[in-house]
């Protein structure tokens, strides 16, 4: 029997807690679960130097970044703390925030996902709402949790409004659609776009729910930012699996680069 081609591989960021007094490394299930839908193998990595930066990205074929109770600390754009109750993980920024740039300039395919999405933008010049919800003109993006925070994970992540897609970009091009329904579990978002993003979907107050960077000169490989949960319950959600599947086939063609690449092989 043939062996099997290796999975493509792709690193996650781990968030950083407290357990029991102890500093810990930790990330959602359903993030490695979504990885898997996109045919890959998922790897979960803490903060590291620059010089384990290099030699990491050496040998994977993509990056997801994940949402996180944590906010992007406010310096990074420029501001003070608003609300010093809410958590944040300047561990996780060290490590993000390099990272993406890094990945994007060697064309590393990218998924990032509600606070892997304020990362890009902040990563990138832009600038974030600390507080959506005090913002004259939009809902509460804090979706169900901000009307009633007791409710079950599941209430949580409701569809809870609509996003219209921007014809001729890349959420267009994976899902085929014009509109659909998502979930919304986000305090934070894009006040200004870095520059040179692409909106790629806007929710009905004209909030950005998704953005790319279409440049080939400095982001050749896939981009792609999403505001909401596509990894909850990934694998019944139409939208959702098609996403996933664009992913998956940009980093099976990543994976094929980086083989080609090396000594001896064809």
């Known amino acids: 029997m043939p062996t099997p081609p290796p999975l493509p591989l792709v690193v996650l960021p781990s968030c950083q807690r407290e357990h029991d007094g102890h500093p810990i490394h930790t990330l959602g299930r359903k993030y490695v679960q979504a990885v898997r839908l996109a045919g890959a193998l998922p790897l979960i990595a803490p903060p590291c130097s620059a010089e384990e930066l290099e030699s990491l990205l050496g040998m994977v074929d993509g990056v997801l970044l994940t949402g996180s109770p944590s906010n992007v600390h406010p310096a990074h754009f420029g501001e003070g703390v608003l609300n010093p109750e809410l958590p944040l993980d300047p561990l996780r920024d060290g490590f993000t925030l390099p ?20 990362e890009v933008n902040v990563a990138l010049g832009g600038s974030l709402y600390q507080a959506v919800h005090d913002e004259p003109g939009f809902i509460d993006h804090r979706g169900p949790e901000g009307a009633n925070p007791d409710v079950s ?100 063609a990543r994976q094929a680069q ?7 092989h064809p």
């Open 99 to 118: 990272l993406i740039r890094a990945v994007l300039q060697r064309g590393i395919p990218l998924l990032a996902i509600c606070r892997g999405t304020q």
């Open 153 to 252: 994970v599941e209430e949580a992540y409701v569809p809870f409004h609509s996003v219209t897609v921007q014809p001729g970009g890349v959420l267009a091009a994976a899902t085929g659609r014009s509109s659909f329904e998502v979930n919304s579990l986000h305090g934070q978002g894009v006040r200004r776009l870095a520059p040179g993003l692409r909106v790629e979907a806007l929710a009905p107050d004209g909030f950005i729910e998704a953005f790319s960077l279409p440049s080939p000169e400095f982001a050749p490989g896939f981009n792609l930012c999403l505001q909401w949960h596509p990894e909850w319950q990934a694998d019944s959600n139409p939208v959702s699996i098609s996403i996933f599947k664009a992913f998956g086939q940009a980093l099976r």
């Open 258 to 264: 980086r083989l080609h690449a090396l000594p001896g």
